[in-house]
């Protein structure tokens, strides 16, 4: 059975500690991993897609890279705004369908 | 661009009442997604479908839940009877075709069944 995980569940840093989140997933045939955003009230916001191993994307102060069991969201700097639910998604599918596995999130606080 | 929007936001009614979430997907989307997210379970995918048509229902947790797009702009969730553990935040999101295409997420509809 796919499944996705992440760690930590939840992470407080203060305003310029960076640090990782991690997320590890098990699937048949990966076809890309997601990273969103979450802020309390809204729904998941599209960060990154990774597709193969050894990819790396950056978006300001964020830099998601993957391997072939998991995934880092790497956070350098972080601002109190960087406060949020980062979430992570795995796709496994085939020409026709698509399937979107979510792990449970990592609540991330960031103080001043 | 407009995004995913939902309707109503927040829904509150009481056990055994019918209750309709309803989405429009973002224009040039041709997959649909139904979500429902809670503390306990997060993220949980109901069901998807693909130019109208639905693809995978086996989320749905029981018959009380159906789920119907009648064209490719609009699509509805429906609980009858609702009940007390169907309260959640139920998301819709929509994609373009082709493996690898991000989920867009409307903000949800909060449902709460007393």
């Known amino acids: 059975e796919d499944q996705v995980t992440q760690s930590p569940e939840a992470l407080r840093l203060q305003e310029g500690e960076s640090s990782s989140l991690n997320c590890s997933y098990t699937v048949s045939g990966l076809r890309g991993l997601f990273w969103y955003r979450q802020d309390p009230g809204k729904g998941p916001e599209f960060l990154f897609t990774?597709?193969?191993a050894g990819e790396e994307k950056e978006k300001e102060r964020l830099k998601a890279t993957l391997t072939k069991k998991e995934s880092f969201l790497h956070i350098t700097a972080p601002k109190p705004e960087d406060s949020a639910t980062y979430l992570c998604?795995?796709?496994?599918?085939?020409?026709?369908?698509?399937?979107?596995?979510f792990g449970p999130g990592t609540r991330l606080s960031v103080l001043p | 661009d407009a995004g995913v929007i939902q309707s109503p936001r927040h829904e509150v009614t009481e056990m055994g009442q019918e209750v309709t979430l309803r989405c429009k997907p973002i224009s040039g989307h041709d997959y649909l997604f139904w979500y429902r997210q809670t503390m306990m379970r997060g993220l949980e995918l109901l069901i998807y479908?693909?130019?109208?048509?639905?693809?995978?229902d086996s989320g749905m947790p029981e018959d009380r839940f159906s789920a119907k797009m009648p064209n490719a702009s609009f699509s509805t969730l429906k609980i009858q009877p609702s009940e007390p553990r169907d309260s959640a935040v139920y998301f819709c999101a929509s994609t373009l075709r082709g493996i690898g295409s991000p989920l867009h997420f409307g903000n949800g509809t909060r449902l709460t069944v007393t």
């Open positions: 479908f693909n130019n109208n048509v639905p693809i995978d």
């Open positions: 998604a795995v796709q496994e599918g085939d020409n026709y369908g698509q399937n979107f596995v």
């Open positions: 990774l597709y193969s």
